[in-house]
Every structure is written in structure tokens, then in C-alpha cells.
């Protein structure tokens, strides 16, 4: 039998949560040793800083390169290259391979950064095609497996460390895992992509469907940032919860978003984007009031878990709307919208950082609640601009432009 009609080995609907979470394992079990990663290269904070920047101008690169990249390759070639070099990239970092100090760090994350950017790309697209073929959402199951895969990653972390397993051993039986998964990838490279359109831009330039979806969605992605961030300053220095207690409240966040995302397909398939978006709005904003006046761990755990579910389907519905643009390919209307995401939420962190030293952790958490309020307002009218004032069809029946 030919190569190309040897059948994956596993569903394809496994395929792309397999390659979501094995993403976020490596991620997770790199930065939650970061401290030991920065130790053993000799760096102090201040140059740690520096070298992780270059990461984020890595990514901002390989999304403008994305489209193309991925147009060449194929998405589930450019996933399985990317995976595969970015969990490598990590080890070679975490192994000082390159030398110590803060400019051989910085070179390697910055090329993790365009790796991942790529990746995120292809991985997405992967899954939204596997949506078309299958007739059913899975764009919201994959990004639970990322979501499931940065739990495990910072708890095998954790274990490895108290373990005394230093941190580029731990990522090179990680590489190890990932190796069967990518070489299934790159040797099962699916459909071709459709060749770039004549006149169309080599890069991917935001347009005015990509503004309108972050102004749909930045109110979740900076709330979630801000939890990331914040909220243990909130818990055990605002609130004076222990340790112990303020780690199993920040679990609820994580799980709340986990159990979303788990189900988040269905809700996909049943509501209408607006609708959906303000439900969603809705979850975060009574959350965030619990996490503001609640007494007790009850009911800052109650108010995590809502905030967290909330913000959890917000990358599958940009990913998903992704695919409703009149006129783009989704390949690059993703890489489009994460280009004007990153580069528009730069200046977020140091904001956030500002109001919490001056107002409070807690109002770090909420500073996104009048963007959230105003997408959950507007949503109808936003999303019928996107589309040209065509209805969204149910996730499963559209059809990948």
C-alpha cells in the first residue's frame, strides 16, 4: 500500500489535542523551572527580563512569516517541525547548549517564540479542518488539552524538581514523547494548501475583521492574563489566605477553564456567537465580583472557578470566527489576529502592574471588566461587521475559505 493511503494511526480528532498538549507540556515544564534554567546559566533577574523579551519578538516575527511557512508546509508538516523544534529548542536552552549568559538564552527563545507562533498557526488550522471534515466542534476539546497539558506540565515539574531531576532531563524524555507524534506529522502531511492568491500579501497584514475580533475578545485574554499574573498577590497578600489554601483556590481558576473547554464544543454547536460571547462575559464579571467581596476560601474558590470558565472558550471563538472571514484564508486571518493581539497587549502587563501597586491585586484582576462589558454589548453588531452582516453558521458546518 502507497505511503499516502496508510491511515493515521490514531483518530483525527485525537491528532490535534495530542499536539495542543504536548505543546503546553513542554512549555509548562520549562518556565515552571525557570528560576533553576536562570541559575545555572548565571543570570540575574534584569538579564533574565532581557532574554525572555526576545521571545516575544521571535513570536511577533513568526506570525507575520506564518501563513506562508504554513502554505508551503502544509499544517500538520509545519506542526510536527515546530513541535518538535520548539520542545528541542527548550532543552538546548535548559541545557545550557549554547553557552551561559543571557544572549545565548535570548537567541534560543527567540527562536522558540517563532517556532511556537508558527505552530500555533498550523495546530489551530489542523483542528478547524478536522471540524469541517467531521461536521462536529473540537476547537474547544483541543484547547482544553492545553489547558490540561499546562497543569501536568507544572506539576511534573514540581515532582522533578523536589526530585532533584535537573531540568534538561526532564525536557529530554519529554522530546523523546513528542518524537513519535511529530514524525506522524511530518510523514502523514495531509491535503496540500491552496497556493497564495495571486496580489495577496507575503506577510500576514491585520486588516479591520482582525481589529474586530480582538476588540470581541482582548477583555478575556487580559482578564486571564491578569489571574496568571496577580492572583496570588490578591490571595496571600491582599487577603491573607496561607499558601496552601491560595494554591487550591488558583486550582478552581485552572479547572474551571478546563471543565469549559471540555465542554465548550457543544455550547459552540447550540449558541450563536454573540450569545455565546456574552455568557461568557457575563461568568467573568459575576466572578470577578465574588473574587471582590466574597469572605472566605468558599468563595474566592466560587468566583476563580467562574472567572476561569469564562475566559476559557475565548481563544477556540477567535480561532473558530477565524474561519468566517469573507475573503482570507483562515491560515492567515489567524496569524493576522495574533499579530495585532501581541503587539496591542504588550503594554498590559506594566498597566496591570501600576493599578496593582497602587489600588490592589484584586483591581489588577478587574481593570479588563469595561472591555468585557462592552464586547458583551456590542457583540451582535461587531460580529455581523466581520462577516458582512452574514449569520454565523453552527461550528461543524462551515466551510474553510
Not at 204 to 227: I, K, Q, S, W, Y
Not at 248 to 261: D, E, K, Q
Not at 364 to 384: V, Y
Request: aromatic share 6%; with cysteine; glycine share 12%.
Amino acid at each position: 500500500m502507497p505511503l499516502a493511503e496508510v491511515p493515521d494511526p490514531m483518530p483525527p480528532v485525537l491528532l490535534p489535542a495530542a499536539i495542543f498538549l504536548f505543546n503546553a507540556l513542554a512549555f509548562a515544564t520549562f518556565y515552571s523551572r525557570l528560576p533553576e534554567v536562570a541559575a545555572g546559566l548565571g543570570l540575574a533577574p534584569g538579564p533574565l527580563g532581557r532574554a525572555l523579551m526576545a521571545q516575544a519578538a521571535g513570536t511577533v516575527a513568526g506570525f507575520l512569516a506564518a501563513p506562508a511557512l504554513v502554505r508551503r508546509l502544509g499544517p500538520r508538516a509545519a506542526a510536527g517541525l515546530c513541535l518538535g523544534g520548539g520542545a528541542g529548542t527548550l532543552w538546548a536552552a535548559a541545557s545550557g547548549l549554547a553557552g551561559p549568559g543571557a544572549l545565548p538564552l535570548a537567541g534560543l527563545l527567540g527562536l522558540y517564540g517563532a517556532l511556537m507562533a508558527v505552530l500555533e498557526v498550523a495546530k489551530n488550522l489542523i483542528a478547524a479542518r478536522i471540524e469541517t471534515a467531521a461536521g462536529r466542534p473540537v476547537l474547544s476539546v483541543c484547547h482544553g488539552a492545553w489547558s490540561a497539558g499546562l497543569l501536568g506540565g507544572a506539576l511534573l515539574g514540581g515532582r522533578a524538581a523536589a526530585a532533584g531531576i535537573p531540568v534538561a532531563a526532564g525536557l529530554a524524555w519529554l522530546c523523546a514523547a513528542i518524537l513519535p507524534l511529530a514524525a506522524l506529522l511530518l510523514l502523514r502531511p495531509g491535503p496540500a494548501e491552496a497556493p497564495r492568491r495571486k496580489g495577496a500579501p507575503r506577510i500576514a497584514r491585520p486588516d479591520g475583521f482582525a481589529f474586530r475580533l480582538l476588540l470581541l475578545v482582548a477583555g478575556f485574554a487580559v482578564t486571564e492574563g491578569a489571574f496568571y499574573d496577580w492572583s496570588m498577590f490578591h490571595l496571600r497578600e491582599d487577603r491573607g489566605i496561607a499558601p496552601e489554601a491560595a494554591a487550591r483556590i488558583y486550582a478552581a481558576f485552572a479547572l474551571g477553564m478546563i471543565a469549559l473547554r471540555l465542554a465548550g464544543d457543544r455550547l459552540r454547536q447550540r449558541w450563536p456567537v454573540p450569545v455565546l460571547l456574552r455568557a461568557m462575559a457575563a461568568a467573568v464579571l459575576c466572578g470577578l465580583v465574588l473574587v471582590h467581596l466574597a469572605p472566605g476560601e468558599a468563595g474566592q474558590a466560587a468566583g476563580f472557578a467562574l472567572c476561569g470558565a469564562g475566559v476559557a472558550l475565548a481563544a477556540p471563538v477567535a480561532a473558530g470566527l477565524a474561519l468566517c472571514h469573507p475573503s482570507r484564508p483562515a491560515a492567515e486571518t489567524m496569524a493576522a489576529f495574533s499579530v495585532v493581539s501581541m503587539l496591542s497587549l504588550m503594554a498590559v502587563p506594566p498597566l496591570l502592574g501600576g493599578i496593582a501597586g497602587t489600588a490592589g491585586a484584586a483591581w489588577a484582576l478587574a481593570a479588563a471588566a469595561p472591555i468585557l462589558a462592552f464586547a458583551a454589548l456590542f457583540a451582535p453588531q461587531i460580529t455581523a461587521a466581520m462577516t458582512r452582516g452574514d449569520a454565523f453558521p453552527p461550528a461543524g458546518q462551515r466551510s474553510l475559505p
